[in-house]
């Protein structure tokens, strides 16, 4: 069965720390694998998409790797922001169009 | 408009009702996607658009589920006869190509009592 679990299932930091989070899949073909952030109340916005290829990509603060070998990747924030503070939502994309499975999501707060 | 418009933002109907929930995906975009997000769960894919046709509804949870798009812009998702367990927000996202980013709307929270 396709799948994306993600941990931990929440986090909380302080602002200006760094934090990780991680997600695995179990998805198959694996097209390609994205990193998502929904505010309270708001739709998913793309931080990153990987594919097969790419072990490593940067949207400013936010870093993702991908080890497509142990099916992991990994989402790092840098220097965290209050605004930080929402959930982050591994998605891997299987197939020939953008047939998405979605994790549960890990829930950040960011306090001051 | 700029983005994917999904209205109404909220919905609230009684068991057995009929609801209809309205996506205006991004000018030009041919690929429209529904998915549903229940409290504290990542989205679950519905049905998938490309132009008009519906290329993969296998996401649809059951006959209850209907969506259109017959002008290969707006999409309905028309649900009859509503159970407290479709309570749920409901996706909208528009992609450019099948397999372009995909661009979100705020939701559509349905609640049924």
């Known amino acids: 069965k396709n799948q994306v679990e993600q941990s931990p299932q929440s986090l909380i930091i302080l602002e200006g720390k760094n934090c990780t989070l991680q997600c695995n899949y179990t998805v198959s073909p694996f097209s390609n694998l994205r990193w998502y952030k929904q505010d309270t109340g708001r739709g998913p916005v793309s931080l990153t998409i990987?594919?097969?290829?790419?072990n490593t990509k940067s949207n400013g603060r936010y870093t993702a790797t991908l080890d497509a070998d142990t099916k992991q990747s990994s989402l790092h924030i840098t220097a965290s922001q209050l605004s930080d503070s929402a959930s982050y939502i591994c998605?891997?994309?299987?197939?020939?169009?953008?047939?998405?499975?979605f994790g549960a999501g890990t829930r950040l707060a960011v306090h001051p | 408009g700029a983005g994917v418009s999904q209205t109404p933002s909220n919905k609230v109907t009684e068991k057995g009702k009929y609801v209809e929930l309205r996506c205006d995906p991004i000018s030009g975009h041919t690929a429209l996607y529904w998915y549903r997000q229940s409290l504290g769960q990542g989205p679950e894919f519905l049905i998938y658009?490309?132009?008009?046709?519906?290329?993969?509804d296998s996401g649809l949870p059951n006959d209850r589920f209907f969506a259109v798009r017959p002008e290969g812009s707006v999409s309905t998702l028309k649900i009859q006869r509503t159970e407290r367990g479709d309570s749920a927000v409901y996706l909208c996202?528009?992609?450019?190509?099948?397999?372009?980013?995909?661009?979100f709307g705020e939701g559509s929270r349905l609640t049924v009592l």
């Open positions: 996202a528009s992609s450019l190509a099948s397999t372009g980013e995909l661009f």
């Open positions: 990987m594919t097969f290829s790419e």
């Open positions: 998605v891997v994309s299987s197939g020939g169009y953008n047939k998405l499975i």
């Open positions: 658009f490309q132009g008009t046709g519906a290329a993969d």
